[in-house]
């Protein structure tokens, strides 16, 4: 184990939010101009949990362990912690992965800090951080929600950023819910896929930019801000809408597949207008105005032909960051 003089603790605990990404402003080569960009929010639950333990070893458990452990030797090497520094990490709950959640880059985030915090290693600067785990390449949204939690918009990278500036963030209503719709066996892209489909798709053209970025900020941020939720929706739907469409070539439309796009349509046929794609999907998610709004779609949804085979969660947003608590410290 590291010396008394380095540890400031002995057991951690990390819990972090799920992120929501409604779509990037560009992608695609644009001389002179900002890349990505875009526009997500942080919410409560699925949740990651994780305990990190000073032991003699490396070790882990629990969901997405390897991936955990992996993140941590990234961490260890890459901050220039402690040498000898060995722990027990427990994933006590994650959400799945790869499903548009932004579980990659919570985990990865999670790992960092709570190792940072067993060692007195402060976080200074988010570039270093997205930089040692590999994160933010393209959206920023789940590196300053990890760090801030609510809405989030990211101004977008040129060629020098390593983080995208956080062009805007606001805390959402605390009434307004998110209704997650889990298509279950099913992923979106990631890794080299996904990488291949960024390499294969037609550049985002600016005018196209431009508006995403006006309804992003005038009409999104500014609905939620002023708590007018009918507009909200709208403009969530619409905002999903036409940033899929700048991925058609790759998706075959708007949505992952055509069965989510009839989805869409049947989930706004029952009175929610504000439903979309996060990421790449495969999970949907409608914006409802209570809790109570929430709970009587869902019964109305699971009572749809369409819906069978899918699982829903209900869930407010996070308007607060992740949580390190220190469980034991170095000097007890």
């Known amino acids: ?17 799920s992120r929501l990404h409604f779509g990037l402003f560009s992608f695609g080569p644009r001389e002179g101009r900002s890349q990505f960009g875009g526009v997500g929010a942080m919410i409560d639950r699925p949740r990651l949990q994780l305990r990190l333990a ?16 992996a993140f941590a030797h990234e961490a260890v090497a890459g901050l220039q912690l402690a040498d000898d520094l060995r722990c027990r990490i427990t994933v006590l709950e994650a959400p799945a992965a790869h499903v548009g959640l932004g579980s990659g880059t919570q985990l990865a985030l999670a790992v960092a800090n709570g190792l940072c915090r067993l060692v007195r290693r402060p976080i200074t600067r988010l570039e270093e951080l997205a930089t040692v785990m590999g994160r933010a390449r393209r959206s920023s949204v789940g590196m300053h929600g990890f760090f801030r939690g609510g809405m989030i918009v990211d101004a977008g990278k040129r060629p020098q ?3 995208s500036p956080l062009l805007a963030r606001i805390d959402l209503p605390a009434p307004w819910r998110f209704v997650l719709l889990f298509s279950p066996n099913e992923q979106g892209l990631f890794g080299d896929a996904e990488e291949q489909a960024f390499a294969e798709l037609p550049p985002v ?17 500014a609905s939620a801000a002023n708590m007018r939720y009918a507009e909200f929706g709208e403009a969530l739907y619409r905002y999903g809408r036409q940033a899929g469409l700048c991925y058609a070539a790759q998706q075959g439309g708007p949505y992952a597949s055509a069965r989510l796009e009839r989805l869409v349509e049947a989930v706004r046929e029952l009175g929610a207008p504000g439903v979309t794609q996060s990421s790449w999907g495969p999970t949907l998610c409608v914006a409802m105005p209570s809790q109570t709004a929430a ?15 899918m699982s829903t969660l209900i869930t407010a947003a996070a308007n607060q960051g992740a949580r390190v ?8």
């Open 295 to 309: 709970e009587e779609f869902v019964r109305k949804f699971e009572a749809l032909p369409e819906a069978h085979g």
């Open 54 to 69: 000073l032991a003699d070893d490396w070790s882990a458990s629990g969901p997405n362990s390897d991936r955990a452990l």
């Open 205 to 221: 053209d600016a005018p196209t930019a431009t508006g995403l970025r006006h309804l992003a900020l005038e009409e999104l941020m």
């Open 325 to 332: 608590s220190v469980l034991s410290d170095s000097s007890k």
């Open 161 to 163: 950023d390593v983080v």
């Open 1 to 17: 184990m590291p010396s008394q003089q380095t540890i400031a603790a002995t057991q951690v605990e990390v819990t972090a939010h």
